[in-house]
Nanobody
Framework: QVQLVESGGGLVQAGGSLRLSCAAS????????MAWFRQAPGKEREFVAA????????YYRDSVKGRFTISRDNAKNTVLLQMNSLKPEDTAVYYCAAPKSSFALVTPRTPPGYDYWGQGTQVTVSS
């Protein structure tokens, strides 16, 4: 079992920045990949970014490349999402997620690839 708790959401003007944090517990953090997804009202949950269990590989959806950065701190059991140059279309509830598998060769980038989810944190970007 893995428990995930997100924090850091809020209201920001377009062009501003936010940093989301996800604290994990219940399993050895350094052995599994982590990801961020988001879901806007009336839309499906979509992939935002992922980081491999080793931290050596990162993945982003095209619309956030160059603006968002995912990182992990294994000493603190935390994954971060630094979001810069925010746009109104980034408005959504952001979720962190973890898979059951450890030491995966392929880092999942779709919701079915993840088994544990946080409660979500709201990010609102005003124009």
């Amino acid at each position: 079992q893995v428990q995930l708790v997100e924090s850091g959401g809020g209201l920001v003007q377009a062009g501003g920045s936010l940093r989301l944090s996800c604290a994990a517990s219940g399993r050895t953090f350094s052995t599994y990949a982590m990801a961020w997804f988001r879901q806007a009202p009336g839309k499906e949950r979509e992939f935002v970014a992922a980081i491999s269990w080793s931290g050596g590989s990162t993945y982003y959806r095209d619309s956030v490349k160059g603006r968002f950065t995912i990182s992990r701190d294994n000493a603190k059991n935390t994954v971060l999402l630094q979001m810069n140059s925010l746009k109104p279309e980034d408005t959504a509830v952001y979720y962190c997620a973890a898979p059951k598998s450890s030491f995966a060769l392929v880092t999942p980038r779709t919701p079915p690839g993840y088994d544990y989810w946080g409660q979500g944190t709201q990010v609102t970007v005003s124009s």
